[in-house]
């Protein structure tokens, strides 16, 4: 999918230089992966503290029925 953008010249030059890919299509798609993978790790955090436990479970007592 061809999508014109426009993009700060220093910006791609400096992303360019920080890595070895030879185009600015593979630079930008990586980009989107890493924002993505980001993002991702970012709501997983949120979550964090939002779990409720049982006080009166006993992982001992579990551990030796097996």
Request: aromatic content about 8%; cysteine-free.
């Amino acid at each position: 999918m061809a999508t014109p953008l426009k993009i700060d010249e220093a910006l791609l030059q400096e992303a360019l230089a920080l890595d070895d890919h030879t185009t600015i299509d593979v630079l930008v798609e990586t980009a989107l992966r890493e924002y993505i993978q980001r993002r991702k790790r970012l709501k997983v955090l949120d979550l964090f503290g939002t779990i409720d436990y049982d006080e009166d479970y006993d992982y001992k007592h579990q551990r030796q029925q097996t």
